[in-house]
């Protein structure tokens, strides 16, 4: 059985930056992609960044060089390093890893930019 275990998110101040975590244990399966999705309330889930296995990355326009996604392959670990946060990028954040047949989720991090 998969698990992931974020850490990281919090509350800061427009302009601050924050690093989340996420890190991936118990599975023997072969990992596609890992990644962050956010959700503000009343807002559907919507794809933050993702990371291939090849190390090529996606990010939504939002985030494009605000946000940086990494991962460390031994630690089977994701990184989202968040710069220059906003208060519209408050929300509660899943990170994700892909395998073959799906994917298992984070149980969310809350994020919160605000004064």
């Known amino acids: 059985q998969v698990q992931l275990v974020e850490s990281g998110g919090g509350l800061v101040q427009p302009g601050g930056s924050l690093r989340l975590s996420c890190a991936a244990s118990?599975?023997?399966?072969?990992?596609?992609?890992m990644g962050w999705y956010r959700q503000a309330p009343g807002k559907e889930r919507e794809l933050v960044a993702r990371?291939?296995?090849?190390?090529?990355?996606n990010y939504a326009d939002s985030v494009k060089g605000r946000f940086d996604i990494s991962r460390d392959k031994a630690k089977n670990t994701v990184y989202l390093q968040m710069n220059s946060l906003k208060p519209e990028d408050t929300a509660v954040y899943y990170c994700y890893v892909g395998f073959v047949f799906g994917r298992a989720w984070g149980q969310g991090t809350q994020v919160t930019v605000s004064s």
């Open positions: 118990g599975s023997a399966f072969s990992i596609t992609d």
């Open positions: 990371i291939l296995n090849g190390g090529s990355t």
